[in-house]
């Protein structure tokens, strides 16, 4: 069983910063292996792609438009962890944050599309009081 939990959610105030971590845990899960992915979903607001990592060292990186030079991710395969830094946050970046696995990635991509990726973590909540 592949489980995904998320963590370092929390309320901030507009300019500070927060590192979102994702454990991934399962025996038979190859985490260098795999191309990994951060969401978010805002309230009242569909799922979006945040920020995507290609698998091994993650040497390929994807972010969306509107949060490109705020937001790092990064991953340590030993520790079967990712990492969404989020800096400089806005009012706008309150959402639930999901982390994502895609287990059979290979290849050196990224992917921004939910339907490429098999695995979801619960999420955390990310709130940004102005």
């Known amino acids: 069983q592949v489980q995904l939990v998320e963590s370092g959610g929390g309320l901030v105030q507009v300019g500070d910063s927060l590192r979102l971590s994702c454990i991934v845990s399962g025996p038979t899960f190859n985490m260098a292996g795999a191309a990994m992915g951060w969401f978010r979903r805002a309230p009242g607001k569909e799922r979006e792609f945040v920020a995507a990592i290609s698998s091994r060292a993650g040497s390929r990186t994807s972010y969306a438009d509107d949060i490109k030079g705020r937001f790092t991710i990064t991953r340590d395969n030993a520790k079967k962890t990712v990492y969404l830094q989020l800096y400089n946050l806005q009012p706008e970046d309150t959402a639930v944050y999901y982390c994502?696995?895609?287990?059979?990635?290979?290849?050196?991509?990224?992917?921004?599309?939910?339907?490429?990726?098999?695995?979801w973590g619960q999420g955390t909540q990310v709130t940004v009081s102005s």
């Open positions: 994502a696995a895609n287990a059979f990635a290979g290849g050196g991509l990224t992917y921004r599309a939910s339907p490429a990726y098999n695995y």
